[in-house]
């Protein structure tokens, strides 16, 4: 049983509503020195069998992220 | 300038259906072998000033994550 990471982030040229949205927010809470923040997602899957990091690949292609607008990176956790 | 990475995941002890939706879905796309996935939030901050790590994680505390039912982990990107 191996547990991987998975990461999803949207593409640099990809536009970050939410991300834009808190790093507006942050200043009215007393955070000046935040200057940008893009949000994505983590997804912590187990995998049982098989090559952990290629069905983590092949999961995330599939299912986890859209390839169109996100990136991804897959790891075993440490 | 510093880039921090805030990772959000919902605490073990609380249910996350959106990780039990897509660990059920998984199997119909042949990914058998996929027992368990949890879905949290992955958040890259710049921090310009200050010390970082104590930025993000007041900000986590603060913004990012909802410590009633998520943890996060903040570090600074490899």
Redesign the interface.
């Known amino acids: 049983?191996a547990r991987v990471i998975v990461?999803?982030?949207p593409k640099p040229e990809i536009l970050d509503p939410q991300?834009q949205a808190?790093a507006r927010?942050?200043p009215s809470?007393g955070?000046d020195?935040?200057?940008?923040?893009?949000?994505?997602?983590?997804?912590?899957?187990?995998?049982?069998?098989?090559d952990p990091l290629d069905?983590a690949n092949?999961?995330a292609e599939?299912?986890?992220a859209n390839p169109v607008i996100e990136d991804f990176t897959v790891r075993i956790e440490d």
Do not use: H, P, W, Y
Request: charged share 25%.
């Open positions: 049983m990461d999803v982030m991300g808190i927010a942050l809470l955070f020195n935040v200057t940008s923040v893009r949000q994505g997602k983590r997804f912590e899957i187990e995998v049982d069998g098989g069905v092949r999961a599939a299912m986890l």
